[in-house]
């Protein structure tokens, strides 16, 4: 009964902090049998402990925000040290940390817009009138529902401009991995095409913010893009590239559609986002019509390169017989 009594009067020393020179009474201390002693002890480290505790939240709580995040970045860093993966840090030219994860310096580029923005595909068999008539009845209800609203327009075309690439980048990869051959670099070639145009949605995004409705459109589409391309592009990939190389032919339309509303005032011409800036490596000072240029130019690449696969696949060869234009932007 002595030794419970003596556990409970330690243990509200511990619960408020106190050692145990603060028991009180030397009647309390003679029944302190040696095996009691150590809780004593464990008393006095608890109450040091307590005090310590204490004095670190305080010193937490004066912490900026700032310094609360840096903390917390630093310390999930650490965590993550034991596989010896952390992100390397990163600098841009003048000195100031690269703030973007989704691509990297060595991803960037200077836009060519020296590109022919008139050549068009003339069809010129009853597959390429296929294509072209399929691309075009897509459009019908594209022009209904978005009508001059390009901003959102264009929003919704990057969200299926980055499927075939990635369809056919996908399916090219499966066929080099089955039959052991090489791919002429078209895999490389096709992944970055999807990458490029992501990078189109990423800055529209920053551009546009879509709504509830939008975002449910852009869902649906895409489901159903997506797996009717996967489809077309195992039956005949000739087709798939053309009508690919047809659909780039209307964004660079409605790009340039894009632009002369922002040129006429109908469209603000603000500053361009930063994650352009950095992707095109335009000036500090780039506006939106900036950004609706070098986007349109990447379309005019993407054009070529799929009606050039599709003429590849006319010609009754396959794509890894004929070199990849790579980085081609």
């Known amino acids: 009964m002595?030794?419970?009594?003596?556990?409970?009067?330690?243990?509200?020393?511990?619960?408020?902090?106190?050692?145990?020179?603060?028991?009180?009474?030397?009647?309390?201390?003679?029944?302190?049998?040696?095996?009691?002693?150590?809780?004593?002890?464990?008393?006095?480290?608890?109450?040091?402990?307590?005090?310590?505790?204490?004095?670190?939240?305080?010193?937490?709580?004066?912490?900026?925000?700032?310094?609360?995040?840096?903390?917390?970045?630093?310390?999930?860093?650490?965590?993550?040290?034991?596989?010896?993966?952390?992100?390397?840090?990163?600098?841009?030219?003048?000195?100031?940390?690269?703030?973007?994860?989704?691509?990297?310096?060595?991803?960037?580029y200077h836009s060519n817009l020296s590109i022919d923005l008139t050549k068009h595909h003339v069809p010129k068999n009853f597959l390429d009138k296929v294509a072209y008539r399929t691309v075009k009845l897509l459009r019908i209800p594209t022009d209904l529902f978005f009508q001059r609203r390009y901003g959102c327009r264009a929003m919704m075309l990057e969200t299926v401009a980055a499927v075939p690439g990635m369809v056919g980048g996908m399916l090219l990869h499966l066929r080099s991995l089955r039959k052991f051959q090489q791919s002429g670099g078209w895999i490389k070639a096709l992944m970055e095409e999807a990458e490029n145009e992501r990078m189109h949605l990423m800055t529209m995004v920053e551009l546009v913010k879509p709504k509830w409705y939008e975002r449910l459109l852009v869902i649906a589409v895409q489901g159903v893009f997506f797996n009717a391309f996967f489809v077309l592009y195992i039956l005949s990939p000739k087709v798939a590239h053309r009508i690919v190389g047809y659909l780039e032919e209307e964004a660079i339309h409605s790009y340039t559609e894009y632009l002369k509303d922002i040129e006429s005032g109908a469209i603000e011409n603000v500053p361009a986002p930063a994650i352009a800036i950095d992707y095109w490596r335009l000036p500090k000072d780039a506006k939106l019509k900036d950004v609706i240029t070098v986007i349109r130019a990447d379309e005019a690449h993407h054009r070529d390169v799929n009606h050039f696969a599709s003429d590849i696949h006319f010609q009754g060869k396959e794509l890894r017989e004929a070199p990849a234009p790579i980085g081609y932007h």
């Open 2 to 108: 002595k030794f419970i009594a003596l556990s409970c009067t330690v243990r509200r020393a511990l619960l408020n902090g106190r050692n145990c020179n603060g028991l009180g009474s030397t009647a309390v201390m003679a029944y302190a049998a040696p095996e009691t002693r150590f809780l004593c002890a464990g008393a006095a480290n608890g109450g040091l402990f307590y005090w310590r505790r204490s004095m670190a939240s305080q010193a937490e709580a004066k912490l900026p925000e700032k310094d609360k995040e840096k903390a917390e970045a630093e310390k999930s860093v650490v965590e993550s040290s034991y596989w010896g993966i952390s992100r390397p840090r990163i600098m841009r030219e003048d000195g100031t940390e690269w703030p973007w994860n989704c691509f990297m310096p060595w991803e960037t």
